[in-house]
């Protein structure tokens, strides 16, 4: 059964990099089928799509322009990882992060991790 | 690009219907056949419940049920049960690999 988990730092400081990986068991990330994907909620908000990566490398970054300058999603296929790196981060992207696995939609989730910047 | 628009809250009584809405633009819901349901639990990851409008994970219950007319897509839960009492996000593929989430309803049995 697939499995993802997210490991990283819970607490970054204003104006650092936040760097978050998802470590993929079950199932393999060289996939063809399958992106791989991040998405955060900060406290008391709802869902926010952040991007997506292929095995390949290829990415897909957000729409969102406060975001998209800022973000870069990378994979690892001998460790079977994919990462997130959002640079200079503010207040504003405290958050619970999430990993998933998008087929036709995102069919398998991490359980999430909680992101507080602070200094 | 905006969040889609869920309303904030939706209630029934045990065995009732529920809906809920979800609203976007011609550039995500009205183009594509990409949307997908999640339910969610306080402090527990998104569940797909719902994909490709109207298709649904082996394993969820077939009272949920999905629909989608010009940029409304819509979550119809018959049958409610106490179990059901969670948050719901819509989301869908807005094109180039992107995809927007709804802005959440949450749903409470009565």
């Known amino acids: 059964q697939l499995q993802l988990q997210e490991s990283g730092p819970g607490l970054v400081k204003p104006s650092e990099t936040l760097s978050l990986t998802c470590t993929v068991s079950?199932?393999?990330?060289?996939?063809?089928?399958?992106?791989w994907a991040w998405i955060r909620q900060p406290p008391g908000k709802g869902l926010e799509w952040i991007g997506s990566?292929?095995?390949?490398?290829?990415?897909?970054?957000t729409h969102n322009p406060s975001l998209k300058s800022r973000v870069t999603i990378s994979v690892d296929m001998p460790k079977n990882q994919f990462s997130l790196k959002l640079a200079s981060v503010t207040a504003a992207d405290t958050a619970v992060y999430y990993c998933a696995r998008r087929e036709n939609a995102m069919d398998s989730w991490g359980q999430g991790t909680q992101v507080n910047v602070s200094s | 690009q905006s969040a889609l628009t869920q309303p904030r809250s939706v209630s029934g009584s045990p065995g009732q219907s529920v809906t809920i809405s979800c609203t976007g633009t011609?550039?995500?819901?009205?183009?594509?056949?990409?949307v997908s349901w999640y339910q969610q639990f306080p402090g527990k990851a998104p569940k797909l419940i719902i994909y490709d409008v109207t298709k649904r994970p082996s394993g969820v219950p077939d009272r949920f049920s999905g629909s989608k007319s010009g940029n409304t897509a819509s979550l119809t839960i018959s049958g409610l049960q106490a179990e059901d009492e969670a948050d719901y996000y819509c989301?869908?593929?807005?094109?180039?690999?992107?995809?927007?989430f709804g802005s959440g309803t949450k749903v409470t049995v009565l």
């Open positions: 079950g199932g393999s990330i060289s996939s063809i089928y399958h992106y």
């Open positions: 990566i292929y095995y390949s490398g290829s990415t897909f970054y």
């Open positions: 989301c869908s593929y807005a094109g180039s690999y992107n995809y927007v």
């Open positions: 011609n550039s995500d819901v009205g183009s594509y056949n990409y």
